[in-house]
């Protein structure tokens, strides 16, 4: 059988897939070339760039399984793939650190004005040394901050125990009903069982310092116009879930205005072209959708994903 990896795939996965007797090519086939080349093989692995839609699937009988490294699976048509017997698999598990971290990057940056700074250093540094200084001299800690998580997932826990490790309080919002404690592991072996709050939507948006997403976009948006007017004065959002999942036009509103303090994205609603006013926006951290985009997230993704569809064609 034959696997085409076209976002790419570890080493180590790679070379399991091959262990196990599949052919692996890893060369990108441009999406409008795919409905022709895929032909040829029996899977496909793909990340957030490669979409595989019910036209692709109609058009290609041969194909058995459907490989997601990553969480997020709007770039397929899911149901419509296993509606033809096609298995779709993902791996949530293994990107979730790597996403927890990329969410404090983007508060430890933001809370002392680094993302800012970072511009206007080359620029103004020599010439307006002693302003800048000024300019960010208001910069706050984490440590005692309430961080509220939207969607309690892995990932979402991930970033939840990253932020009890540094002494923030954190309550949350799921749809389904969540634990009270999550274990936090520190260096020397040391694991601790520290409290989290479950609370509705509306009172995490009231009472959070800060705000993390980790949701799928649906139909709308999860913090549109009623949500910002809910939100604390001088709140800080990070958005490393998908694009939408904040509305941005919204978002940029809230933070003209000063209700909203700065925000983080990792993802935005028009990838890869994310609008001007955003890229733009001198209260905005900015990242080009890396969440899982570490040595070691990638690793295990290649190992998840390749254990999966190991299972899934030697059935």
């Known amino acids: 059988m034959k696997i085409l990896a076209n976002d790419g795939i570890d080493a180590v996965g790679k070379r399991m897939l091959e262990e196990a007797g ?23 692995t793909v990340r957030s760039a490669t979409k595989v839609r019910q036209a692709l699937i109609d058009s290609c009988p041969n194909l058995k399984a459907i490989g997601r490294g990553g969480v997020g699976m709007d770039n397929i ?15 949530p598990a293994a990107s979730s650190l790597s996403v927890a971290e990329l969410v404090f990057s983007h508060l430890l940056n933001a809370v002392r004005f680094v993302y800012d700074s970072n511009r206007k250093m080359p620029v103004e540094g020599a010439s307006n040394f002693g302003g800048l200084k000024k300019s960010y001299a208001k910069g706050i800690e984490l440590r005692g901050k309430t961080l509220g998580v939207i969607g309690f997932g892995r990932i979402g826990r991930a970033t939840a125990q990253v932020a009890l490790g540094l002494g923030m309080d954190v309550i949350y919002t799921d749809l389904f009903e969540g634990p009270k404690t999550l274990e936090v592991s520190f260096s020397g072996g040391v694991v601790a069982e520290l409290p989290v ?21 649906l139909d709308k948006p999860a913090i549109g116009k009623r949500e910002f007017e809910l939100l604390k004065d001088g ?4 958005n490393a879930s998908r694009g939408g999942v904040i509305d941005e036009l919204e978002l940029i509103k809230a933070l003209d205005s000063g209700k909203v303090a700065f925000a983080g994205l990792d993802v935005f ?31 295990r993704i290649g190992i998840e994903l390749a254990t999966l569809l190991i299972e899934t064609l030697k059935k």
């Open 22 to 44: 599949f052919v692996v090519d890893t060369v990108h086939i441009p999406q409008e070339d795919l409905e022709q080349k895929l032909k040829e093989y029996d899977a496909i």
């Open 77 to 91: 048509d899911v149901d419509y793939a296993r509606s033809k017997g096609v298995a779709v698999i993902n791996t």
């Open 197 to 217: 709050k479950q609370l509705s939507f509306e009172d995490v948006l009231k009472q959070s310092d800060f705000i993390s997403l980790h949701v799928p976009f």
């Open 235 to 238: 709140v800080g959002l990070v």
């Open 269 to 299: 609603e028009n990838e890869p072209t994310p609008r001007q006013e955003i890229l733009q926006h001198p209260k905005i951290s900015l990242t080009p959708h890396i969440g899982a985009a570490t040595d070691e997230a990638q690793e």
